[in-house]
């Protein structure tokens, strides 16, 4: 007896039903600012490097977040599933 097929999903509010996996919308950057908007539920974080480490932007960012671009930094955001 083996395991060929394996499925895992999350479960919104106790009610058999999946929540979607969080993602980016397309960002704006105007005036100075990056605004960042995703769908789904999702708790934004940030690194200086593509390669991490991930902080988590606080206090708790709520859609849409917006920032002042800052020359000579990098910034790089995910979303983590809460």
């Excluded at 605004?35 to 849409?64: F, H, I, Y």
Aim: net charge positive.
């Amino acid at each position: 007896m083996g395991i060929d097929y394996v499925q895992l999903n999350g479960v919104a509010g106790g009610t058999g039903g999946t929540e979607p996996t969080p993602a980016f919308l397309p960002s704006v950057v105007s005036n100075g600012r990056v605004t960042l908007n995703w769908s789904g539920n999702g708790n934004l974080e940030w690194a200086p490097s593509v390669l991490g480490p991930c902080t988590p932007v606080t206090p708790a960012s709520a859609k849409p977040y917006s920032e002042n671009v800052l020359s000579a930094q990098n910034r790089f955001y995910r979303l983590r599933k809460p």
